[in-house]
């Protein structure tokens, strides 16, 4: 009578007396829980990639998209972030005007600094040069300082090995001022 008033089907009532939780959901249940202690074991730090590896250590396979579910369901993220901020130099580029374009490919060279972060989470400074012609790199240096001097010298290595170019392309950054 209950369920006549409530307008519920009684295969609805007697699905819900005799549920029984499929194997996949009883693995869930389980995978909850270990990924929540290899979580809390590892500083919270872990993700999904991270996790799954953890779990293929136990010779448990599963995907990455399960475990984001997985972690989604039981409120598990990773507090960590990506830590990529890069050293910036400000330039005023208007009045600069892009000529690399208008070079012709005989005899040109291009130099610029490339910005690298050591395992440690120091800065270092690759300045280099690359004739445009062949493509190959006349000479580097790196650097703990993003400096003139980095770029004069990088420039003397190439001077002193090889011919010098009709043109010489930079972006202008702040080191060439």
């Known amino acids: 009578m209950v369920l006549r008033l409530l307008k519920i089907p009684k295969s609805t009532y007697f699905d819900w007396v005799h549920y029984v939780e499929t194997n996949r959901q009883r693995e869930d249940t389980i995978l909850i829980d270990l990924l929540r202690d290899i979580w809390q074991n590892n ?40 830590r990529f901020n890069k050293p910036t130099t400000t330039v005023d580029y208007s009045q600069r005007p892009n000529l690399i374009r208008h070079l012709p490919a005989a005899n040109a060279w291009s130099m610029d600094i490339t910005y690298l972060k050591l395992s440690n989470g120091q800065w270092v400074y690759l300045a280099s040069v690359l004739d445009l012609r062949t493509r190959h790199i006349l000479s580097h240096q790196i650097s703990t300082t993003m400096d003139t001097r980095l770029v004069i010298t990088t420039l003397q290595r190439a001077l002193s090995t090889h011919k010098k170019p009709t043109y010489l392309h930079t972006d202008m950054g702040s080191q060439v001022h």
Request: no cysteine; charged share 20%.
């Open 43 to 82: 500083y919270k730090a872990y993700g999904a990639p991270r996790l799954r590896l953890a779990l293929a250590d136990l010779n448990l396979h599963h995907g990455t998209n399960r475990i984001r579910r997985l972690m989604q369901e039981a409120g598990i993220y990773s507090v960590m972030s990506r």
